[in-house]
């Protein structure tokens, strides 16, 4: 999940590892993380020590692990028989088997996009989800399943050869008829074969793709199973990409161009796992002390203190770091009631308030004006003096209680109920 901060909030975070396994080490076994605007690698991916590509897993593994979320996640659609999405309030169970509306599910591409399942930075066109049409006939006869999209590569083709019949190219000089009449060509004409049997391949690189060899009639396939092939093992191949994003299908959009990828804009931007790094922690969380009888000081409640200096979206996360000690990790923060989150949002000075703070504020450019110096202890984001921190501050406080009255009593035994812990939002 994803932790998010207004400016001057403070996100308090109880950790509870009072009974962690005795030999878990902190740093050496598993670690703690706070991610900005990014999610870490999953597990068993391994980055280059440079860089932001990853030396395992493969690239085709990377797309394997897509597909299976695309196959895990699925959201509700409905469809009416014109093979234009509807709202949802159209649709219901009892309508699935209908004539007007269907109701089935398709792979959720936005939510599997915005993981890390990419080393790199990965650029994605815009995609929707194929639609499968099947026509019947004057006679009640069917055409076989088709795809629907073949009714828009018609309408481009058919464009295309009409201004190729009409425009008097050599190769239908031959042709004893005229085969153009009102800009249009006709399809019993000796033009239509000769265009498809010589200049299909100058349509395929001007576009991208291999028309359909007769006019689709585009009615929607009204079968909620058939639509959904949940079974299909890539279900990123079932989506239509295109050059850029369009509002409804009604609208229309142009297809995107393999030869010409250039003519495509891109839709939204998968970051690459491997360049999203850990931001620094409190001294705390750089050694450890053995204590009663621990190679650490960490198997106890464990608290940050994140005060956001702007608006942020965060990751926390506890990440293993030993293959060995896998089945523990698991068994323990796999668990539930193992963390507890309070956020405090700052209100307006009171001064009837004895214990009331108050955040004086200069602006930057007055330093500069009045050739006055940066105070020294300003955090910074790296060692660097001129990069300072300008998102957020992670702090660690010594006593847990202080950091969340919950904390003592949510820190002893207790039976395991809700699996994301407890959440206090403070106002006041």
């Known amino acids: 999940e994803i932790l998010k901060l207004g400016t001057f909030d403070v996100g308090i975070i109880t950790i509870n590892q009072t009974l962690l396994p005795n030999n878990l080490t902190y740093g050496d076994h598993y670690q703690i993380s706070v991610y900005e605007g990014c999610k870490p690698c999953p597990l068993r991916y391994q980055c280059e020590s440079r860089g932001d590509s990853c030396l395992r897993p493969s690239s085709d593994r990377q797309f394997e692990i897509l597909n299976q979320c695309l196959k895990e996640h699925r959201k509700p659609v409905c469809f009416g028989s014109d093979g234009l999405e509807k709202d949802k309030g159209h649709c219901s169970e009892s309508d699935k088997l209908g004539r007007d509306y269907i109701l089935f599910t398709e792979p959720d591409i936005e939510f599997c996009l915005s993981r890390q399942y990419f080393c790199s930075e990965h650029e994605w066109n815009y995609r929707s989800f194929r639609r499968l049409c099947q ?47 009102s800009k249009v060509c006709a399809e019993d004409s000796e033009a239509v074969g000769i265009i498809r049997e010589s200049l299909i391949g100058v349509f395929e690189a001007e576009f991208g793709f291999k028309p359909p060899t007769r006019q689709p009639l585009g009615q929607y396939l009204m079968n909620a199973s ?41 839709w939204t931007t998968s970051v690459g796992c491997c360049r999203c790094q850990r931001h620094p922690l409190p001294a705390y969380f750089d050694w450890n002390i053995p204590l009663s009888g621990f190679p650490d000081d960490k198997h106890q409640p464990v608290q940050l203190a994140i005060t956001a200096i702007d608006d942020v979206e965060l990751t926390v996360a506890v990440e293993l770091l030993h293959g060995a000690y896998y089945s523990e990790f698991g068994d323990y923060f796999g668990g539930r009631d193992k963390t507890l989150l309070r956020v405090h949002t700052p209100s307006r000075f009171d001064s009837s308030y004895k214990k009331a703070t108050w955040l004086s504020m200069i602006e930057y450019d007055s330093f500069d004006q009045l050739e006055l110096d940066l105070p ?43 699996p994301v812990g407890s959440v206090l939002r403070e106002d006041d």
């Open 226 to 266: 058939a639509q959904e092939d949940i079974a299909n093992g890539s279900p990123l191949e079932l989506f239509y990409e295109w050059q850029s994003r369009f509002d409804g299908e009604a609208d229309g959009g142009t297809l995107h161009n393999k030869f010409k990828p250039e003519q495509s804009s891109a």
């Open 376 to 418: 020294l202890n300003l955090p910074q984001r790296s060692n660097s003096p001129s990069h300072v921190e300008a998102g957020f501050i992670v702090d660690r406080p010594s006593n847990v209680s202080i950091g969340d009255s919950r904390a003592v009593q949510f820190t002893s035994l207790r039976p395991r109920s809700d």
């Open 135 to 181: 026509d019947t006939d004057e006679n009640g006869g069917k055409s076989s399943v088709y795809d629907c999209i073949d009714v828009l590569k018609w309408q481009e083709y058919s464009k295309w050869r009409d201004s190729v019949c009409c425009s008097g190219i050599p190769e239908l000089r031959g042709v004893v008829t005229n085969p153009c009449s």
